[in-house]
């Protein structure tokens, strides 16, 4: 099997996307009993694919701007990616909603959540410009349809009228850190995330002033994830009283710093609105940081009963979530246990099996494709 995946979305920050197809893309090389050549393409202007790729893993670098290469692929379907990518390739996977063109291979998209539909205010340019105008038409021309959770998977059936045969879930697995050998005994709150309108940070921000006026020794709230331009109004509030000096927006954090940040949390609050997946609540619970997360979303299918799970939308509810887990000890270390047994059900050798799997169906729905249009 000659796979093609696009890898432009690992060449900077390995969060969201950029951290699925890198840990995927290892998962597949590292998978035994395959006859699988894996060639990952990468095109952009200023970054080069200088990442160290999994043995037997082929590497494609071209000097193509990103957005004009996406213009043609998106509106003109042009040029077949085996014209950058010498070889022949049974399958092309697109990391995004939108198909890559190619001349025989079969082709996949993923849909990591449907937030481009719901908000498409709230996307960069090239998303918000092409994602909600021409997402439904790519999904039913696809020969499959990746999707990180069930959640995400039932918004992509019934907003896009995509049929279930062709969605195939493949989660996040859990990174490969072990438990943290204890607790801190100061730290900090944290969130791991986009400081975006659909992360809900300024509910969070006005429960933990809640909090804070109950209970004035409460740890400092520490935010990771970068800016947009949309949060300049909710980074504002760090300044002024009452959260000055007690919270700090640490910005993008590699792995390694993101990694200290879990060792030292009290506990790990994800608000969001609406999540594809939610990534950060496994890393923390691989290491036995409790969370605190949004009934919504994929969330839940995250967490389970190993988390507290509350409304987004009652600031109230959230304070009070807060202020449980901080204030009990056996609530914190159950959480801790039940979190760490949580991850077990991830991994990423089980949603590579789940892609070769999508993969094969794809080439044979494919296959019987060109076989109806010859007759």
């Not at 998106?74 to 010498?86: K, M, T």
Request: aromatic share 6%; glycine share 6%; hydrophobic share 40%.
């Amino acid at each position: 099997m000659r796979i093609l995946i696009d890898y432009r979305p690992a060449l900077r920050h390995r969060t969201g996307v950029g951290l699925w197809v890198a840990r995927l893309v290892e998962a597949l090389a590292e998978r035994r009993g395959t006859d699988a050549q894996i060639t990952v393409f990468s095109s952009s202007w200023k970054d080069r694919l200088v990442t160290t790729l999994p043995a037997g893993v082929i590497g494609v670098d071209r000097r193509v701007p990103v957005g004009m290469l996406n213009w043609l692929w998106h509106h003109g379907e042009w040029p077949a990616v085996e014209s950058l990518a010498p070889g022949t390739f049974d399958v092309v996977h697109s990391p995004s909603p939108l198909l890559i063109p190619t001349r025989r291979a079969a082709r996949l998209i993923t849909i990591h959540d449907v937030d481009f539909l719901r908000h498409p205010e709230r996307g960069a340019r090239e998303i918000r410009r092409d994602y909600p105008v021409l997402a439904r038409a790519h999904a039913h021309r696809a020969d499959g349809v990746i999707v990180p959770s069930a959640h995400t998977g039932d918004e992509v059936a019934r907003r896009l009228e995509v049929p279930r045969d062709r969605i195939v879930v493949c989660p996040n697995g859990a990174p490969d850190w072990p438990a943290r050998p204890r607790p801190p005994a100061t730290g900090h709150l944290l969130f791991v995330g986009t400081i975006a309108p659909r992360k809900n940070v300024d509910r969070l921000l006005t429960a933990y002033e809640q909090v804070r006026e109950r209970r004035p020794h409460t740890p400092p709230l520490v935010l990771a994830g970068q800016s947009t331009p949309e949060s300049s109004q909710t980074l504002a509030r760090l300044t002024r009283s009452p959260l000055a000096g007690h919270v700090r927006h640490e910005g993008y954090v590699d792995e390694r710093q993101l990694r200290t940040l879990y060792e030292e949390a009290v506990l790990l609050v994800l608000p969001s609105l609406d999540e594809g997946f939610g990534i950060p609540a496994l890393e923390a619970m691989t290491i036995g940081v409790p969370v605190i997360a949004a009934a919504r979303g994929a969330l839940s299918e995250v967490v389970g009963d190993a988390g507290l799970l509350v409304d987004p939308l009652d600031v109230s509810a959230l304070a009070a979530a807060l202020e449980r887990v901080l204030s009990d000890d056996q609530l914190r270390d159950r959480l801790s246990v039940a979190g760490r047994a949580r991850t077990r059900r991830f991994s990423w050798r089980a949603s590579a099996d789940a892609l070769i799997g999508a993969y094969g169906q794809a080439i044979e729905r494919r296959r019987e494709t060109a076989n109806a249009h010859r007759h």
